[in-house]
């Protein structure tokens, strides 16, 4: 902790879109090879903000305070790998970029999304955080590089599964055609529609968590395994693949009749692979869905246990509103989380602490 006459040098801040509506997900993955996607970047969004201190000012170089979790504690970037306890995602990400020696940091990691609700928030969470860290050198790496640092970490340092699309969407927020021509290394088109397009795509969009964190099952371990056996040009990952540019050329013509039979195909495409993808949960959300005249809904992610889903409404604003209240009534585990669409991706920004009161 900072002794109380101690004040900052600077504050650095970060924020990140998460991702909703993920069409041609499961192709943006190394057994896929090669991918079509197709997403959108909306708020609420990650933020980390970085208290940068002189070295004496701190006992400990590096305390990091995971907000959403309660937890506050002090971490030793070495840029070496170790045992990463409490959030390895967050500490992998220190060790990364590290601090230099001559300063010490406070960093704040804060997210309004559900944390598992499978809407790419650790990938947002870790390029928001890269992104601030850059800064203390500072400022070197591009945001394309930002969200390949990212995927890195996660695949390579911590072993996990990952496809690119969720570092991508958070490095560059908006409407995404991002097509992945050889893994992990992809072509991001951001899709720029006229503003009665975006505010009506905003307004009708909907996102259902459903009241339990996303469980990366054996059930997911199964798919993949089927996957790799089957090649990259396997029939179940064309069928993902076709719905992202079916999604690309509807939201261009302002069709959103088309952009939801698109986000049903890859639904019904997700439930092909294992039918578990599309959870009890998930399916009657669906189903209520349905009977307020919704124009599509996407199982967001992989898929399979908890999560979340994205919803197409249909033009009426009072259906949109019944239906939200139909489905929270349902279950109490489930929840509307407002969204808004980013026109940003990965922001960073600094102040130099004599401009705090």
């Not at 990400?93 to 601090?99: K, L, P, S």
């Not at 995927?151 to 969720?166: A, P, Y």
């Not at 409404?313 to 009534?329: F, K, N, P």
Request: with cysteine.
């Amino acid at each position: 902790m900072t002794k109380s006459e101690d004040r900052p040098l600077r504050i650095i801040n970060s924020v990140a879109p998460i991702r909703v509506c993920d069409n041609g997900g499961w192709t943006d993955t190394w057994f896929a090879g090669h991918g079509r996607i197709f997403n959108i970047g909306v708020y609420p969004y990650v933020e980390v903000q970085i208290e940068v201190y002189p070295r004496e000012a701190m006992a400990d170089r590096v305390i990091l305070h995971a907000e959403n979790y309660g937890h506050r504690y002090a971490v030793s970037p070495n840029h070496e790998r170790h045992e990463w306890i409490q959030h390895p995602l967050l500490e992998a990400a220190i060790d990364y970029m590290g601090v230099p020696p001559e300063l010490a940091v406070q960093i704040s990691v804060f997210s309004e999304a559900p944390a598992g609700c499978s809407t790419g928030t650790s990938a947002a969470v870790s390029v928001a955080l890269l992104g601030a860290l850059d800064q203390l050198t500072p400022g070197r790496l591009t945001p394309l590089e930002i969200a390949y640092a990212a995927h890195r970490i996660e695949t390579k340092i911590l072993g996990q599964q990952s496809g690119i699309q969720d570092q991508l969407c958070a490095a560059f927020g908006g409407v995404n055609f991002i097509e992945m021509f050889n893994y992990p290394f992809a072509a991001v088109s951001p899709i720029n529609i006229p503003n009665p397009d975006w505010w009506e795509l905003e307004r009708r969009l909907a996102l259902i968590f459903l009241g339990r964190s996303h469980s990366s099952s054996a059930v997911h371990e199964t798919v993949i395994h089927g996957l790799e056996d089957a090649g990259p040009d396997c029939p179940q990952l064309e069928a993902l693949r076709k719905t992202a540019a079916a999604s690309r050329d509807a939201v261009y013509a302002g069709d959103f009749c088309a952009l939801g039979r698109a986000m049903i195909e890859n639904t019904e495409a997700q439930r092909a692979l294992h039918p578990t993808l599309v959870s009890a949960e998930a399916q009657q959300v669906i189903d209520i869905a349905k009977e307020y005249g919704a124009l599509g809904w996407k199982v967001n992610g992989a898929g399979g246990e908890g999560g979340s889903l994205t919803l197409l409404c249909g033009s009426s604003m009072s259906a949109r509103r019944a239906m939200l209240r139909a489905i929270e009534e349902t279950n109490p585990l489930f929840q509307n989380i407002p969204i808004y669409l980013s026109r940003f991706g990965l922001r960073v920004w600094s102040r130099d602490a004599d401009h705090e009161a």
